[in-house]
């Protein structure tokens, strides 16, 4: 028998919408990750990231990389596979009221000013994931018993 805490975390009351949600969602947390984890797709790696990120106050500024990297990285991925989507959602969501607030928010809204529309539009879905959890079509479901009925 599985633990309540657990059965809680893995329980959705989504239907297929957040198979919808989560893969796009997954995918740019997990490229944005990567980004900052690995230098992939034209991104700075831990060194360069963590250099950024002690430049605007973000100290240290490595281990802000590695733990914002790591948690869109891993978080995205858990979206994708359906596994763990509460937690990853609710860390992802940090992630971003960190970044809007500390990079974005006084640029105002518009993403052509570097502004926080992005970041917004992020934080919402993955606050979206963590109240519904993965929703049917998910490892979470299928371990937790919780699939909605068709």
Same mark, same amino acid.
């Given at each position: 028998?599985?633990?309540?805490?657990?059965?809680?975390?893995?329980?959705?009351?989504?239907?297929? =919408? /957040?198979?919808?949600?989560?893969?796009?969602?997954?995918? &740019? *947390?997990?490229? $944005?990750? +990567?980004?900052? !984890? @690995?230098?992939?797709?034209?991104?700075?790696?831990?060194?360069?990231?963590?250099?950024?990120?002690?430049?605007?106050?973000?100290?240290?500024?490595?281990?802000?990389?590695?733990?914002?990297?790591?948690?869109?990285?891993?978080?995205?991925?858990?979206?994708?596979?359906?596994?763990?989507?509460?937690?990853? =959602? /609710?860390?992802?969501?940090?992630?971003?009221?960190?970044? &809007? *607030?500390?990079? $974005?928010? +006084?640029?105002? !809204? @518009?993403?052509?000013?570097?502004?926080?529309?992005?970041?917004?539009?992020?934080?919402?879905?993955?606050?979206?994931?963590?109240?519904?959890?993965?929703?049917?079509?998910?490892?979470?479901?299928?371990?937790?018993?919780?699939?909605?009925?068709?």
């Amino acid at each position: 028998m599985t633990h309540p805490l657990i059965t809680r975390l893995l329980s959705t009351n989504a239907g297929w =919408a /957040a198979l919808a949600l989560r893969l796009p969602i997954g995918i &740019i *947390f997990a490229a $944005h990750g +990567a980004q900052k !984890l @690995f230098g992939w797709f034209g991104g700075y790696g831990l060194e360069g990231t963590g250099k950024w990120m002690a430049s605007i106050g973000l100290e240290p500024g490595y281990l802000m990389a590695l733990l914002a990297g790591s948690g869109e990285f891993f978080g995205g991925l858990a979206l994708i596979i359906g596994l763990l989507v509460r937690p990853a =959602a /609710a860390v992802l969501a940090i992630a971003m009221l960190v970044a &809007i *607030f500390s990079v $974005h928010f +006084a640029n105002g !809204l @518009f993403m052509s000013n570097n502004g926080y529309e992005f970041g917004l539009a992020l934080l919402a879905a993955s606050v979206s994931l963590m109240l519904s959890g993965a929703g049917r079509a998910s490892i979470d479901a299928a371990l937790s018993g919780s699939a909605p009925k068709a």
